[in-house]
């Protein structure tokens, strides 16, 4: 069964950092990105930042670019989002996602979320001001 599982979720004060692990199982993420998305109460998910896991060529969006820092782990099959100086404005459910490099970089900006190949399911960061 082909799966990609979310974790590491939590409430946080605002400056204050959390990591998020998305580890896959029933397939191997060599030759795939990965991405990370949110989804804050109200509002539509939106792309936070990707990774391509054989080359290791990553994307941030603006919001988060010097604060959250991607990274992979072929030995544990798992994509990381160590996120720090949070801001209550990152309060989400994250989520992640697998397709081709190609397919979630262009999912960073043009959305398309029911399309990517491989979905989880999300984890709650809360941000408290």
């Known amino acids: 069964d082909v799966q990609l599982q979310a974790s590491g979720g939590g409430l946080v004060q605002a400056g204050g950092s959390v990591r998020l692990s998305c580890t896959a199982s029933?397939?191997?993420?060599?030759?795939?990105?990965i991405g990370w998305f949110r989804q804050a109460p109200g509002k539509e998910r939106e792309g936070v930042s990707c990774?391509?896991?054989?080359?290791?060529?990553?994307y941030y969006v603006d919001s988060v670019k010097g604060r959250f820092t991607i990274s992979s782990d072929s030995a544990r099959n798992t994509v990381y989002l160590q996120m720090s100086n949070l801001k209550p404005e990152d309060t989400a459910v994250y989520y992640c996602?697998?397709?081709?490099?190609?397919?979630?970089?262009?999912?960073?900006?043009?959305?398309?979320?029911?399309?990517?190949?491989?979905r989880g399911q999300g984890t709650q960061v809360t941000v408290s001001s």
């Open positions: 029933g397939f191997t993420l060599d030759n795939y990105g």
């Open positions: 990774i391509s896991f054989s080359d290791g060529y990553t």
């Open positions: 996602a697998a397709d081709t490099w190609g397919n979630i970089r262009m999912s960073m900006f043009m959305g398309g979320w029911e399309d990517l190949k491989v």
